[in-house]
């Protein structure tokens, strides 16, 4: 394989790193320049800011919501089940004005016998780059949570979770928030809530509420409430996921610390064989489908 940019461009944040040819990270920024951040489409002047020191003759391999309808140059949607080649095969390029040449890996589509559509972007290369480990179950925990099933080295299924966009809706603008104080993680409080949603996953909205009455009467401290609110949330979002599921099969969380480890605790309550994945392993994901498309 060659060396190249790696860039995995979201909602809400910009990261790339310079990778070389035996796949180590030479170089890496980070910025709060996430696709909704950048003004009048201004994309390519905005990765310029961050990057525009790096080698110009790399070839960058991109994915997240960069390629969404909100982002530099919308893909359409691969069909789900699909493995690193199908996706090697719809890469969209596109020369910059710099003289740089991008490579964009899109996303995927799955009709799903519940909500009929379903789609991801980005998180599919994070599966490709983890599934050396074995795993076979594997879950993205963010915004929008992702639940993805792989079979034979192609992703088969997956679900979306809006378990992060709610939780922040519900602790920054709702009344369950008032009461809060702080945001350092009590475990225990965590763990509570997530034992409510197991043992009734259903009655979320209810449970909900709860957030509020045990803070009201002193049941939970007023710095406990943020914790427990996630528990709930968390353990409604594992309950249903798993509701069908082989609990022995292999999971994998692949997020970042703080919010994996919450993850992983919750699964582990839940019973589930879970472990902790590399929250870099996009970037190999990256650098198979790159490699595969005759790119690197």
């Known amino acids: 394989m060659k060396s190249f940019i790696s860039l995995d461009w979201g909602t809400t944040s910009f990261r790339a790193y310079e990778v070389g040819a035996d796949g180590a990270i030479k170089n890496q920024t980070t910025a709060a320049d996430g696709i909704t951040a950048v003004k009048d489409g201004a994309f390519e002047q905005t ?76 998180e599919e290369t994070q599966v490709f780059g983890a599934l050396a480990t074995g795993a076979t179950h594997f879950v993205t925990p963010g915004t929008h949570s992702k639940w993805i099933e792989t ?26 928030g008032r009461l809060m104080q702080g945001e350092a993680h009590d475990e225990a409080a965590f763990t509570r809530g997530v034992k409510q949603s197991f043992a009734d996953p259903a009655g979320i909205l209810h449970s909900l509420f709860s957030t509020r009455s045990l803070g009201l009467f002193n049941a939970l401290p007023a710095t406990a409430l943020y914790s427990y609110l996630s528990g709930l ?13 082989d609990h022995d099969a292999p999971y994998m969380v692949l997020g970042s610390a703080g919010i994996a480890a919450s993850y992983i605790s919750a699964m582990k309550l839940a019973g589930l064989n879970v472990k902790l994945g590399n929250p870099l392993c996009g970037i190999e994901g990256q650098r198979i489908i790159a490699h595969q498309a005759g790119i690197i």
């Open 151 to 176: 079979k034979d080295k192609r992703i088969e299924s997956f679900a979306t979770y809006m378990t992060g966009e709610s939780f922040a809706l519900y602790s920054k603008h709702s009344i369950l």
């Open 233 to 245: 949330l968390i353990g409604q979002e594992i309950a249903h996921a798993t509701r069908a599921h």
């Open 47 to 122: 990765f310029e800011n961050h990057i525009g020191a790096w080698d110009k003759s790399l070839p960058i391999v991109a994915s997240g919501m960069i390629t969404s309808r909100q982002g530099w140059v919308e893909c359409a949607y691969a069909e789900c089940p699909a493995d690193a080649a199908e996706l090697a095969q719809k890469i969209t390029h596109l020369n910059t004005a710099t003289g740089r040449i991008v490579h964009f890996i899109t996303g995927l589509h799955y009709k799903s016998p519940s909500i009929q559509h379903d789609v991801l972007r980005g």
